[in-house]
């Protein structure tokens, strides 16, 4: 996702933290929220010493496939890099100054692994020698999900989380039920779904917006909701 996307995947994760991961989130991140934090992993990009975690922000695979059959990227992919997160995480043994970075990092990933075409294909880098027309401009497919159909909207992050649907407990229980791997299904799908109904060069607007912003805010907001779950089991 673009700045605005990842900063509502963590305001919508703050309100599902439990007391005790609040706690220690707080101490890491000295108070900062986790909206505040969850672009550093794009931030970094500026600095040619963190370039090996770039292929941590997606996975490519074809479509109709399974990841585990997939071969592997041996840079990583974004299944290896929230697991590693988690990992360092858990670790009594990792420094502080590891557990800040590998944190800042997971809020991150958590929310590109929602964005449906971060779980891409190879041939086009996940829609990004994929060329459209976003309200007359030419651009991409990736930009038009990182960023242009939430910016079409004209709201603030803040405006954007508050708007998020109210879930029942068995919603709520669905959404954080399964593994990184799951979700990454879920992603997979919807990138899937959105090929079919998208040709290259095609013109897209309000109506392409209309048709995919309830999918898009509703995968902010799992990856908010699955968020939060991750964090709650990892600091218990
Ligand atoms: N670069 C190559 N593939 C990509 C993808 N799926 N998402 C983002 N950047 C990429
Ligand atoms: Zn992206
Ligand atoms: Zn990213």
Same mark, same amino acid.
């Given at each position: 996702w673009g700045k605005t996307g990842h900063r509502v995947t963590g305001e919508i994760a703050e309100k599902y933290l439990s007391k005790k991961a609040k706690k220690e989130i707080s101490k890491l991140l000295d108070a900062h929220s986790l909206a505040f934090v969850s672009n550093f992993g794009d931030d970094i990009k500026s600095d040619a010493k963190f370039d090996h975690f770039g292929p941590w922000h997606y996975v490519n695979f074809p479509f109709g496939a399974r990841y585990e059959d997939s071969p592997k990227s041996e840079k990583g992919d974004i299944i290896i890099g929230i697991n590693k997160c988690i990992t360092i995480l858990k670790d009594d043994r990792s420094s502080r100054e590891d557990k800040v970075f590998y944190l800042k990092m997971l809020v991150h990933f958590m929310g590109d692994l929602h964005q449906p075409l971060h779980i891409g294909l190879a041939e086009d880098k996940?829609?990004?020698?994929?060329?459209? *027309?976003?309200?007359?401009?030419?651009?991409? =497919?990736?930009?038009?999900?990182?960023?242009?159909? =939430?910016? +079409?909207?004209?709201? +603030?992050? +803040?405006?954007? +989380?508050?708007?998020?649907?109210?879930?029942?407990? *068995?919603?709520?229980?669905?959404?954080?039920?399964?593994?990184? =791997?799951?979700?990454? $299904?879920?992603?997979?799908?919807?990138?899937?779904?959105? $090929?079919?109904n998208t040709k290259v060069g095609e013109k897209l607007g309000y109506e392409y917006m209309y048709k995919y912003m309830n999918v898009l805010r509703s995968q902010l907001q799992k990856g908010g909701i699955r968020l939060a779950a991750l964090l709650n089991n990892i600091y218990g």
């Open positions: 996940g829609g990004n020698d994929f060329q459209v *027309r976003w309200f007359g401009e030419g651009t991409n =497919l990736h930009t038009v999900w990182d960023s242009s159909i =939430l910016e +079409s909207y004209q709201m +603030s992050y +803040s405006e954007i +989380s508050k708007n998020a649907d109210v879930l029942s407990e *068995r919603q709520l229980e669905a959404i954080q039920k399964g593994t990184p =791997l799951d979700w990454m $299904y879920d992603s997979r799908k919807l990138c899937e779904n959105i $090929y079919e």
